[in-house]
């Protein structure tokens, strides 16, 4: 390669020679720590049969681990641009895939990254009564949130929420009296939440339905290692349809694929704005120090 390279210099001039296979093995040795070290780079407009250079960056981070785990060992950068991320399902990385690397993620200088567990949707209206829209959604997985422009909405709830109420945002005894549960047609995937009568901490119920004389069917209420009756006042319940009466408000109603909203004086937002939470965990890590 050397011969190659300084086939043009005259054999006459040994000194001249010397110096330049001297400067030429510096070079090499100074530069090859950074060709050592890997840079992948990410970006949402990228491709993943792109290479991930900073000219053709890949588009999910799972492609860049892809990429990292068939790297040479050393040192390896993945590189995010500028923008939101979101992974369909949870990103695990393993020690043992990365034996003899150091894997370190960054964003790209100060680019502004998000790695979001949402989901965004494309939704198409309809009037469904005369303060509540509607629209078609199959989402395909349980979700507890809506997000519209990055702000959490609220689930239909009773009472209505409350920003300034000390306990729950907001809380009546009544809300599961019978008069209240006859009125609701099918409770089913609803939720109570009460503290405890002492307030030593809160119970949570998933409603599985209700009985003909109005009493509810429920699961849960183990978050609690004090046996206790509910709070007779700090208690609220959402998640049910009927409840759907307050601006900002949502229901999504499972078995008929159709959410609910209740538009605040801002009207209906573009359905681009539109998130609910996806993923329970967005990175998981596997592995302890011995691997």
Not at 200 to 229: A, E, V
Request: hydrophobic letters at 40%; a positive charge; glycine letters at 8%.
């Amino acid at each position: 390669m050397l011969k190659n390279m300084f086939g043009n210099i005259k054999k006459t001039d040994d000194n001249m020679f010397r110096s330049s296979v001297l400067l030429a093995l510096l070079s090499v040795f100074f530069i090859s720590p950074a060709l050592g070290q890997k840079v992948i780079y990410v970006a949402p407009n990228g491709s993943n049969q792109h290479t991930g250079s900073l000219q053709r960056p890949i588009a999910t981070m799972r492609q860049a681990l892809l990429l990292a785990k068939k790297a040479p060992r050393g040192k390896i950068d993945i590189v995010l641009r500028a923008g939101v991320y979101y992974p369909d399902t949870t990103i695990v990385i393993r020690s043992k895939d990365f034996q003899h690397k150091t894997i370190r993620i960054k964003a790209f200088n100060t680019e502004k990254v998000v790695i979001s567990g949402a989901h965004k949707v494309n939704l198409k209206w309809y009037k469904h009564s005369p303060h509540i829209y509607a629209a078609k959604l199959a989402l395909g997985f349980v979700t507890d949130a809506m997000y519209i422009n990055g702000k959490p909405c609220v689930m239909a709830r009773y009472p209505n929420y409350d920003a300034s109420a000390r306990v729950f945002n907001g809380t009546a005894p009544d809300a599961i009296s019978t008069a209240r549960v006859k009125g609701w047609s099918n409770p089913e995937g609803g939720f109570l939440h009460a503290l405890h009568s002492g307030e030593w901490g809160s119970f949570h119920y998933r409603f599985t339905g209700k009985n003909m004389d109005g009493t509810l069917t429920m699961q849960g209420g183990w978050q609690n290692n004090r046996p206790s009756p509910l709070h007779a006042q700090f208690r609220f319940v959402e998640n049910i349809f009927e409840e759907l009466d307050a601006p900002g408000e949502w229901y999504y109603h499972k078995a008929h694929q159709t959410l609910y909203y209740y538009p605040t004086s801002e009207g209906l937002i573009d359905s681009g704005a539109i998130e609910f939470s996806k993923l329970k965990t967005i990175l998981h890590l596997v592995g302890n120090a011995s691997t």
